[in-house]
């Protein structure tokens, strides 16, 4: 099974600000690479699948790139509504995995 | 617009059971695989079970393999999971998840809006 990892495990970033966000598989997963945003009471959204491209919904700041073993998004000045928790998931092998998440919050 | 609506949820003793069920609409349900993911308190999403779209493959974690069934009426639109032999551990949200295809293998494009199952004494 692949194990997914992701860093940091919290991310203190100030409004207007860049946010990278690594995550990591331990296979290679190709390009079967999804990112979930999950603002807390709330159900995880779809934010990028197929590595790099964007959910419906979701404005052109967020971007994902990688392939293989090694994953990034990145949001490239936060908003307010973009404070929450991000899980990585690979889809390519079964089962599907998630990672453990990277919060981000305000610095 | 697509909607998933959880139900079932419930406080249930350690070794008891109970059914879960996911209402689906704004889609062509009997086309899509589905799948349950759980979210214990304060922590990660664990995906728990799939189901593809015609019912005729399944599969779970192995934390819940022997213990919990998938299933789907495509004639109601609705996904289910039998929850037996409850532990403690199994305390989570369960969400009802959409796969973005017929394939099981695939993103989760909708998610419900959770339904808690708390298994204590």
């Known amino acids: 099974e692949i194990v997914m990892t992701q860093s940091p495990a919290t991310l203190s970033v100030s409004p207007g600000e860049r946010a990278t966000l690594s995550c990591r598989a331990s296979q290679r997963v190709s390009g079967n690479l999804a990112w979930y945003q999950q603002k807390p009471g709330q159900a995880p959204r779809l934010l990028i699948y197929g590595a790099s491209t964007r959910a419906t919904g979701f404005p052109a700041r967020f971007s994902g790139s990688g392939s293989g073993t090694e994953f990034t998004l990145t949001i490239s000045s936060l908003q307010s509504e973009d404070f929450a928790v991000y899980y990585c998931?690979?889809?390519?092998?079964?089962?599907?995995?998630f990672g453990p998440g990277t919060k981000v919050d305000i610095k | 617009e697509v909607q998933l609506v959880e139900s079932g949820g419930g406080l249930v003793q350690p070794g008891g059971s109970l059914r879960l069920s996911c209402v689906a609409s704004?889609?062509?349900?009997?086309?899509?695989?589905m799948s349950w993911v759980r979210q214990a308190p304060g922590k990660g999403l664990e995906w728990v079970s799939a189901?593809?779209?015609?019912?005729?493959?399944?599969d779970y974690a192995d934390s819940v393999k022997g213990r919990f069934t998938i299933s789907r009426d495509n004639s109601k639109n609705t996904l289910y999971l039998q929850m037996n032999r409850l532990r403690a551990d199994d305390t989570a949200v369960y969400y009802c998840?959409?796969?973005?295809?017929?394939?099981?293998?695939?993103?989760?494009?909708?998610w419900g809006q959770g339904s808690l199952v708390t298994v204590s004494p």
């Open positions: 704004g889609f062509t349900f009997r086309s899509y695989a």
């Open positions: 189901i593809s779209d015609s019912a005729g493959n399944t």
């Open positions: 998931q690979q889809y390519n092998s079964w089962p599907p995995a």
């Open positions: 998840a959409k796969t973005a295809d017929t394939a099981m293998a695939n993103p989760f494009d909708s």
